[in-house]
DNA sequence: CTCACAATACCTAAAAATTGGTATTTTTCC
DNA sequence: GGAAAAATACCAATTTTTAGGTATTGTGAG
């Protein structure tokens, strides 16, 4: 295990008792210095805001928001801090838009400490931890999406859930016309015309790579 | 079996072999007065529009046409003409779109003459014909989309595949602003928001329908 | 250190979709 | 026969998308 100094956490869990485990599990490695704790998204914007710090284990239920929403404004908050995604269950899709989201590990509530300790290790060394039990529906090897980029791949999702351009551009703190040129390019890219074929095309994507990796 | 007289044929198909064999099957029937080959859509069309026929046999895949853009164009020439199509194999989701676009039957040419005779009696009596193997995907008994009416579910459809509201008003020989109707009709009638969502919804229904009658 | 690509953002103009009406004709059903 | 629903079509205004550019900044690969 490397060794890491001045590092801070922030842990964001509505969950009291999970919290308190997360807490003697890590609060005493030597390599964290600071471990403070919010139970909503709202307060862990504040403290992230202050703390600027390199950890973020962020639960993906919150009363407040869910893991998508709570990357972004994490992400705007503090563009430099890791975030790693916890739930209860993981499902490939979910994972798959956090992965896109940029967070930079995923793990179940369920992990081991070893697992966990490593997680937080390869996320300080920008190296991604995210289960490999079921290959993403979207990333496979072949899959024709991978000649777009990761914010192409992300807005064709929010155009696929028939949000605007407008409503992506402040979702993803853009402007309208960024949102527009991505739009226009992924069209491109795969030989679209429009959203209508854009849409169908991700549905179908969805589908037809689906069971062939569970 | 039903006593008609007078009863005018149109067969269209482009394989001459096959064409004879419907010639000898049902050329001597006493209720076909007529009955008129044509190997492609263009010289079934001038014949249709000359003699308006009662019936019409349609092969599904034609040198110059397909068996939906066939449809449109002879419902145009000949409204009051019913339409069965003639295909080698049979797929529920084209003859789903086969019967939106007012074919009155759809059989596969390994059928009996018993059959096909029914089935011309069955359309001169307005009543179709269709094979119940496999349950119609977007005609399922509890399907979301049974709120559309026939129109709207066609233009639903057409809207999916990409077409603007000018192509599909072109396609059906309807003003765009009737379409402009439809489409705002059944956007609402789903409780969707725009041309994404309705695609995604349309693309999910095929998928989450498919397999549960095969 | 470049070079390519990704991501960002702007301008302009045209095309298309959406919204909110109304209205007539045709079909369908009781 | 009469009511309801479907299909058709129009007007007008606004919003959104699409298409043609350009341009700057950051980042990762070689």
Redesign the pocket.
Request: proline share 0%.
């Given at each position: 295990m490397l060794n890491f100094s001045e590092i801070k956490l922030v842990h964001i869990d509505d969950h009291l008792l999970f919290a308190q485990g997360i807490n003697s599990l890590i609060g005493n490695e030597t390599f964290i210095n600071e471990l403070v704790h919010a139970q909503t998204l709202a307060e862990g914007l504040r403290i992230v805001e202050e703390l600027q710090p390199e950890l973020i284990l962020l639960d993906y239920f919150l009363p407040d928001s869910n893991g998508i929403e709570s990357l972004r404004l994490l992400n705007k908050t503090s563009p430099s801090s890791k975030v790693i995604l916890l739930t209860m269950e993981s499902n490939p899709d979910v994972m798959e838009k956090c992965r896109r989201e940029g967070a930079i590990g995923f793990l179940q509530k369920s992990i081991s400490k070893k697992a966990l300790l490593e997680a937080l290790n390869n996320a300080l060394q920008d190296i991604p931890t995210f289960p490999i039990t079921v290959q993403s529906s979207a990333e496979t090897p072949n899959s024709p999406l991978n000649i777009l980029?990761?914010?192409?791949k992300q807005i064709a999702d929010l155009v696929t859930e028939g949000f605007?351009?407008?409503e992506i551009a402040e979702k993803l703190f853009?402007?309208d016309?960024?949102v527009?040129?991505?739009?226009?390019n992924l069209?491109h890219k795969l030989g679209l015309?429009?959203?209508a074929q854009l849409v169908a095309f991700i549905e179908k994507l969805k589908f037809s790579e689906k069971g062939s990796g569970v």
């Open positions: 980029s990761k914010r192409e605007t351009s407008a853009l402007s016309l960024t527009n040129t991505h739009r226009r069209i015309k429009n959203t």
